[in-house]
């Protein structure tokens, strides 16, 4: 289980990095504005139209595999045994030694 936890894991973590990269990729809005008075280029690397619908395509299909991530990975790990138990149950079972409990006497400052 945890081989196929880890593996979803990375999954996620390179969706997640491949997704901040195209979107820092893309052209946003404004952009053709100001294309129009001259301010850019119109060369690109995918064409003149080609590289919004690719790239936002892509995107988006990333984005559904983090999301398919994300809720396997909540699944996997809300689901755990039936035998595991907290911190504060084994803590309220386990014993003080006498020696940890016996208190200074009247007088005396702790650390000294």
């Known amino acids: ?5 880890n593996l979803i894991l990375i999954v996620q973590v390179v969706a997640a990095l491949a997704m901040i990269g195209l979107i ?3 052209h ?3 952009a053709d504005a100001g294309a129009a008075f001259g301010g ?3 060369a690109s690397l995918f064409g003149a139209s080609g590289g919004a619908n690719f790239l936002s395509r892509s995107t988006a299909a990333l984005a559904g595999v983090f999301f398919v991530c994300t809720l396997a990975l909540a699944y996997f790990g809300h689901s ?8 504060l ?11 940890a409990t016996k208190q200074p006497a009247a007088g005396q ?4």
């Not at 755990?80 to 907290?86: E, F, K, N």
């Not at 149950?89 to 020696?99: D, I």
């Not at 400052?109 to 000294?112: A, D, T, V």
Request: hydrophobic share 40%.
């Open 1 to 5: 289980m945890t081989i196929l936890f």
């Open 109 to 112: 400052i702790p650390g000294q």
């Open 89 to 99: 149950q084994n803590a309220a079972t386990v014993e003080t030694p006498a020696a």
């Open 28 to 30: 946003g809005k404004g």
């Open 24 to 26: 820092l990729v893309q």
């Open 40 to 42: 850019g280029g119109s």
């Open 80 to 87: 755990r045994p039936a035998s595991s138990s907290s911190v």
